[in-house]
């Protein structure tokens, strides 16, 4: 059979956190939680380590991300593709001085957060 595949090139993508979302679209949050409760954690602050992977600056990521669950939960034959980046959005920091923005680095960590 020659099925067609649809391939998206994007920029950016805002998915935000994937834990809570994906246990969710699995039907799982009850089971989740419940095991995380048998462990002596809980759901919430374990879904609150997740860092914010926000890949871009705008509504075009999260279109993009939502267009991605759309084409996943529709089952269709798709492919995302976009740039791995090193920094997302940006931090805000309130000091003395006013307003402060400096680089998010989302990815260093997720890396730490596995080690």
């Known amino acids: ?7 998206y090139l994007s ?4 998915q935000g956190r994937a ?3 994906a246990i969710g679209n699995l039907e799982l949050m009850g089971h989740y939680a419940d095991a995380l409760r ?4 809980n759901l ?5 380590q ?15 991300s939502c267009f991605l669950d759309s084409l996943a939960t529709l089952n269709y034959p798709a492919w995302g593709y976009g740039l791995r980046y090193r920094y997302g959005l940006f931090k805000q920091t309130i000091t003395k001085d006013g307003q402060e923005e400096v680089a ?6 997720c890396l730490l957060q596995l080690l």
């Open 44 to 48: 919430e602050n374990v879904a609150g």
């Open 11 to 14: 920029m950016e993508f805002l």
């Open 104 to 109: 998010e680095n989302w990815l260093e960590v």
């Open 1 to 7: 059979m020659n099925v067609k595949q649809a391939y």
């Open 50 to 64: 997740e860092p914010d992977a926000a890949l871009g600056n705008g509504g075009l990521g999260r279109l993009a």
């Open 38 to 41: 048998q462990l002596g954690h």
């Open 19 to 21: 834990l809570l979302n």
